[in-house]
């Protein structure tokens, strides 16, 4: 997905970003409450080391998460396939104070082997890319990842979710990517409220037909679980959004 139209500078990301389209600002928060809850009670080295797969230009919710913990010392490093996004994503963060050393490197999160990372990290986030990777690499992702991890490491996801029902509409014989559809249209109304142009609307939709495919929460579980992790998730329906049904975030620890 090198230089994908949408998610390249000027393209449709940055409008569904900023209109919380995808309850970054939701995430952010609960993202920032596990990772404040962790570092009292189970982590205690700093600096705070961050591995940020797939940052995009606009890293929010580790931003967010950085900012809220303003007490501790961070080293982010960031990965990201998309040259241009790589750059921006360095000149976001410059201006973190409580960030003392970072990184952002060009490279493919499927496999972070090639990388060559020479440091262990204490929290691992992915944000909003899990849903483009197939079933096995998410699970050799997991099991990559692995070595990566300090002692008490945290792993954070703020995904997108197929929703439980889909169980019955498969087990009724009608096609997966029909809930997609029914997301494209809820979403498209909610940006609408932004005044958002159309052609990046159906720009957006073509993506998503093409490079969205995610799992549901358990399935998404019963993966991580497989690899060798305690899974919590944090379901978002309680906040009153009108995407909140299809958005998680999903919290992991290694097994000891
Ligand atoms: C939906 S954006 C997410 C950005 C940010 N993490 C967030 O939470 O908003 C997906 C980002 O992942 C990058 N990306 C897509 N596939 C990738 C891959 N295989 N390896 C690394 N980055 C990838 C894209 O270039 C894009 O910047």
């Avoid at 900023?18 to 596990?34: R, V």
């Avoid at 204490?122 to 002692?151: C, E, T, W, Y």
């Avoid at 991580?224 to 379901?235: L, M, P, R, S």
């Amino acid at each position: 997905m090198k230089n994908e139209k949408v998610f390249s500078n000027g393209g449709f990301y940055q409008v569904v970003l900023t209109s919380n389209a995808l309850l970054h600002t939701e995430a952010a928060k609960i993202g920032t409450n596990i990772v404040s809850k962790w570092l009292r009670t189970q982590h205690n080295s700093e600096p705070v080391r961050i591995l940020d797969l797939a940052c995009g230009g606009t890293p929010y919710t580790v931003l967010q998460i950085i900012n809220g913990n303003d007490d501790y010392k961070f080293e982010y490093c960031g990965i990201d396939i998309n040259p241009d996004q790589v750059a921006k994503a360095s000149q976001t963060l410059e201006c973190l104070k409580n960030v003392i050393r970072f990184e952002v490197l060009e490279g493919d999160i499927w496999n972070i082997s090639a990388l060559n990372l020479d440091r262990k990290f204490d929290l691992i986030f992915v944000g909003m890319n899990l849903h483009h990777g197939s079933s096995s690499q998410i699970k050799d992702l997991f099991i990559r990842m692995i070595p990566h991890f300090a002692a008490s490491g945290l792993f954070l996801n703020h995904d997108l979710y197929k929703p439980e029902i889909c169980s019955t509409v498969l087990t009724n014989k009608l096609s997966d990517s029909d809930w997609r559809k029914i997301f494209i249209d809820e979403q498209k109304a909610y940006l609408r409220q932004y005044n958002v142009d159309e052609k990046g609307l159906a720009e957006n939709a073509v993506h998503i037909m093409k490079y969205d495919h995610p799992l549901s929460l358990t399935e998404a579980v019963a993966l991580i679980a497989n690899a060798g992790f305690t899974v919590k998730t944090h379901q978002m329906t309680a906040f009153n959004h009108l995407l909140g049904k299809y958005f998680a975030v999903i919290e992991a620890k290694l097994n000891s």
